[in-house]
C-alpha cells in the first residue's frame, strides 16, 4: 500500500482502531473537495491498532468531535512536509449538533430547529447526556 505524504494539511493519528470511519463522517471529510486516506487496523506500539486519517489540505475541524469521539487521537499539522504543531484534544465539556439525543419523547425531536446539545456528566466513562432530557449518549 502507498499513501504518499501530505505536504500541507492534517493528520490525525491514533485513533482507536474501528473508529476511524465514525470521524470520517462526523467531520464531514466526505464532503471535502481533496485527498483524503483513511487507514484502518494499523499495527501501533502505543495502542496495538489504530485508524489513521491524512487530509491533503489546510481545512478548519471541529476538534470537538475528535475529543468526543477518541480523546487519545493526536492531530499533527503539516506545513510545506514538516511537522509544525502536535496536540491531543481532551473530551469537550460539551458538544453540540454531533450527535442526535435518541429519545423519541426529547423536545429535539419535536423542534427541529433546536441544537442538538449534550454535556460530559461522567468523564471515567465517557457518558454524555442530552442538555433537554438527560439520555445518555452510551
Known sequence: MNIDSIK??????????????????LLGLDAL???VALIKNVASRKIGRKDIIKVDADVPL???VIGFVDPEATVNIIRDSRLVEKKTIPMPQTVT???????PRCITSVEQDLPQVFQ??????????CLYCETKTN
Open 33 to 35: 473537495d481533496c485527498s
Open 62 to 64: 471541529n476538534l470537538d
Open 120 to 129: 460530559l456528566t461522567d468523564k471515567e466513562n465517557k457518558v454524555y447526556r
Open 97 to 103: 449538533n454531533v450527535i442526535k439525543c435518541k429519545n
Open 8 to 25: 500541507n494539511g492534517i493528520v490525525i493519528d491514533h485513533i482507536a482502531a474501528g473508529k476511524g470511519m465514525q470521524l470520517y463522517y
